[in-house]
């Protein structure tokens, strides 16, 4: 069984909006769904990308070998 409603907004002076709902109950279980926006919404800049992972430094040699003294 599928159940779908649809609103659309009227215009009211310069407000206008735009809904839509879905809802769905079958064998596999139930699944609902909403939107709602406008045209005239705002559009926000896109996220910044993100700095890469700065190189750690080189990883320092190793103490050399002490020297036995001579037997």
């Given at each position: ?21 879905y809802?769905?109950?079958?064998p596999?279980g ?42």
């Open positions: 069984m599928t159940l779908t409603f649809t609103l659309v907004g009227i215009p009211v002076g310069a407000a206008r909006a735009d809904a839509c709902a809802a769905s109950t079958g596999d139930t699944d609902a769904v909403a939107v709602a926006g406008s045209a005239s919404w705002p559009t926000f800049p896109p996220c910044p990308k993100p700095t890469p992972t700065p190189t750690p430094p080189p990883t320092p040699p190793p103490d050399p070998e002490p020297t036995p003294p001579p037997p």
